[in-house]
């Protein structure tokens, strides 16, 4: 169903169920696209990293080039391609928490394809070398490797996540900013709500859900963190 004859919530006060509406919109977008985004790029980023091939360098410096894409022109993209001439227009995608998932998808994913990569070509060859001298396949070998480097994944998963939730432009570009007329967001996640209460001066809701997106950073740090120090003891 279109969504455009929903009217959005314009001057709405600071209310609980708006900051908890516009919160899970933000987790679930984000996390669907990072989870999504983790499930392409590891796999990527294990192959480039393994195999030689020609053109190698070419790919590494499209990933890396990737990380930096200006996200207005992703949301751009994504907006094309989800509209009624786009490939995807017959889904119905426009202004949809969906659209915001491969936006945010398309921007996660040179991240933690990259950053991935990096862990992965870190890992030292003699390692390598002694699971295939134990008679390791290459599977078990890429194992051995992943638990080497899995606090380096860890941290692309983060600097993706990041990425992703931290996102205004693409989001609202492909989202548009929508909240229900009974305060309940629908694609109005914390980047977007946060501009707009700035822009109509309710600066107290605004620096809220700045704390509130501070905190979600800080806690997924100091998860990862957590993780990686058990990992080197």
Known sequence: MAVE???????????????RSIV???????LTAV???TLVSLPVALAVGFTEFRGKGLVTAVINTGMGFPSVVV??????????????????LVFTP???????????????????????TGVEGSIRDAAYAMGGTRLDVALVVIKEARFGIATAVLAGFGRA?????????????????DGTAYTRNITTA????????????????????????????????RLGGGGRR
């Open 98 to 120: 969906q659209a915001m998932v491969i936006s945010q998808f398309v921007l996660a994913t040179p991240v933690i394809t990259g950053v991935s990569l990096a862990a992965v």
């Open 194 to 225: 946060i501009t707009l209460e700035a822009r109509q001066g309710r600066y107290e809701t605004a620096m809220f859900l700045g704390a509130i997106l501070v905190a979600i950073v800080l806690l997924v740090n100091a998860v990862v963190g």
């Open 24 to 30: 899970r919109v933000s987790l679930s977008v984000s």
């Open 35 to 37: 989870v999504l985004s």
């Open 165 to 181: 939730i931290s996102e205004v432009g693409s989001v609202l570009i492909v989202g548009g900013n929508i909240a229900y007329a």
């Open 5 to 19: 004859a929903l009217p959005p919530i314009v001057g709405l006060p600071f209310e609980s169920n708006y900051i």
């Open 75 to 92: 949301g751009l993209v994504v907006l094309f391609a989800v509209s009624n001439e786009g490939p995807l227009g017959a889904l119905d």
